[in-house]
């Protein structure tokens, strides 16, 4: 039997490359939503990592290394706040299931 | 940073707390984002708290959880302000999770609550601050000014 694919609709999903499957610690909201500034994730509200190993949306931890009292530090572990750059990429996951025939 | 800030934030956490919170820690009201009532209690047999219920209150800026919430203790006919060196008369607390050299955005409601039940937990102490009644007559400033205060007076 032959089949000839006239047309195929590409569906895929995507989440942050980090191990957990966790909430940011200062807005409490899942790393694959915004910070509560933001509408779009991914993107337009990335995250920022911590050389200490602590995952946050970098506007939300941009907000608190501002403030004086922060002092540079992380807010989970307290050691100075140094990022890896570039901010984590999007991991883009095309397995989610067969094409539409 | 915008008000939407602390007010989702606090939405996320009445969420997780209306389903369940820890021994001795009981929501009271949380009508708003601006101020929450919380009663907490001691869970061991410490003589100093024995059977007696504490109201604690939140008030949230704009800015939470950047800056920490006010807490006091309030006091009601049946919820009295708890002995403790570092909790004066009329409620205000002296705790450096509390003040800007302490505080971290990642702490929330129910871990401030938590750090209360345990400071009051471990104590011993049948006292007040020192200069308690001084301070409790003399005090106008907001608990979150006084901060200052007492770091300019340890130096």
């Known amino acids: 039997m032959k089949v000839k694919i006239t047309k195929w609709n590409a569906v895929a999903t995507w989440r942050w490359d980090i191990p957990e499957d966790d909430v940011c610690g200062i807005c409490q909201v899942h790393f694959d939503g915004t910070c509560p500034t933001c509408k779009y994730p991914g993107d337009d509200c990335p995250l920022l990592s911590g050389k200490c190993g602590h995952n946050f949306h970098m506007h939300c931890i941009l907000e608190w290394i501002k403030q004086d009292s922060a002092k540079g530090q992380c807010p989970m572990c307290r050691q100075k706040f140094e990022w890896t750059e570039p901010p984590h990429e999007p991991s883009v996951d095309t397995s989610q299931g067969p094409p539409e025939l | 940073m915008s008000a939407p800030f602390a007010a989702k934030r606090l939405g996320k956490e009445l969420q997780k707390i209306s389903n369940s919170l ?58 009295p302000i708890p002995i403790h060196p570092h909790i004066y008369s009329n409620g205000i607390i002296c705790l450096d999770l509390l003040g800007h050299q302490g505080w971290s955005p990642v702490q929330n409601v129910e871990s401030v609550c938590m750090s209360l039940q345990s400071m009051l937990t471990g104590n011993t102490k049948n006292e007040r601050p020192p200069g308690d009644e001084e301070f409790v007559r003399g005090n106008r400033l907001r608990p979150r000014d006084i901060e200052f205060y007492y770091h300019d007076n340890d130096v």
């Open chain 2, 22 to 79: 820890p021994p001795g820690i009981e929501l009271v009201s949380a009508d708003n984002f601006e101020e929450w009532l919380v009663d907490i209690r001691v869970l061991d047999d410490n003589p100093l708290y024995r059977n007696e219920i504490y109201r604690l209150r939140f008030r949230f800026s704009s800015t939470y959880p950047i800056e920490p919430p006010e807490v006091v203790f309030v006091k009601l006919p049946d919820r």
